[in-house]
């Protein structure tokens, strides 16, 4: 019972360079949260993704930041030109379609260092 | 606005000592609270979870916490701490059939040998 898969645990960019994360949800889930945890900060919410939708991207920077999660395979979100103020780990979750809940399901971060 | 406030950054506490970590809240109507905990570099687990009904929600690792409407907490609370208790604990908050949660800046807790 596999959990929320995230990969890579961690990764070093140079400035300009391309960051990109992947995650796989949980079996049985259709939907998949972004958040960013800069240091010494808590989670905040970056997007929301279903199968080929962006749901609410309001927490997503509007320059250089992007994100999708393809009919197939992982969701990815995309950093282009990395810069310092980047560095951070980067959650995703997912949680199945009914939300009455609210529970979301976290996996163990991506963490990202810009030189 | 809602928010979700943890007032002690750091804590320190001998082991065996009980434990208390206190979490306010926000919201308009009542939300759904949670606690996790992260140890260095690894992920979110969650602790516990409040939706409704009993105000005092049991967890895993032997934590507890209590929702009061009326102080607008949910505090975690342990009666006897271990070494590996020590970590950094995130409150968070949500309501019903939303995906944004707000999450405190976190507790980071420290035990003494």
């Known amino acids: 019972n596999a959990g929320v898969m995230q990969n890579p645990r961690h990764l070093v960019r140079r400035r300009g360079q391309e960051a990109r994360l992947r995650c796989s949800p949980m079996?049985?889930?259709?939907?998949v949260y972004w958040y960013r945890q800069l240091p010494e900060e808590g989670l905040k919410f970056m997007v929301y993704l279903q199968k080929e939708n962006i749901i609410d991207e309001s927490g997503m920077p509007k320059e250089r930041f992007s994100a999708e999660f393809p009919k197939e395979g992982p969701s990815i979100l995309r950093i282009q030109q990395v810069v310092r103020g980047d560095s951070a780990a980067y959650f995703c979750a997912s949680s199945p379609p009914d939300l009455s809940t609210g529970e979301l399901f976290f996996g163990e971060g991506s963490r990202l260092t810009v030189l | 606005a809602q928010s979700v406030t943890q007032p002690d950054i750091h804590i320190t506490v001998s082991e065996g000592a009980s434990l208390e970590l206190r979490c306010n809240y926000s919201?308009?109507?009542?939300?759904?609270l949670f606690w996790y905990v992260q140890s260095p570099g690894q992920g979110l687990q969650l602790l516990l979870k409040?939706?409704?009904?009993?105000?005092l929600v049991q967890g895993i690792k032997g934590f507890e916490a209590e929702f009061k409407r009326s102080q607008s907490s949910f505090n975690l609370r342990k009666p006897s701490v271990h070494w590996s208790d020590a970590a950094e604990y995130f409150c968070?908050?949500?309501?019903?059939?939303?995906?944004?949660?707000?999450f405190g800046t976190g507790t980071r807790l420290k035990v003494l040998a």
């Open positions: 919201y308009g109507a009542t939300p759904y």
């Open positions: 968070a908050g949500t309501t019903s059939g939303t995906y944004k949660y707000i």
């Open positions: 079996k049985g889930h259709s939907h």
């Open positions: 409040y939706f409704s009904g009993d105000t």
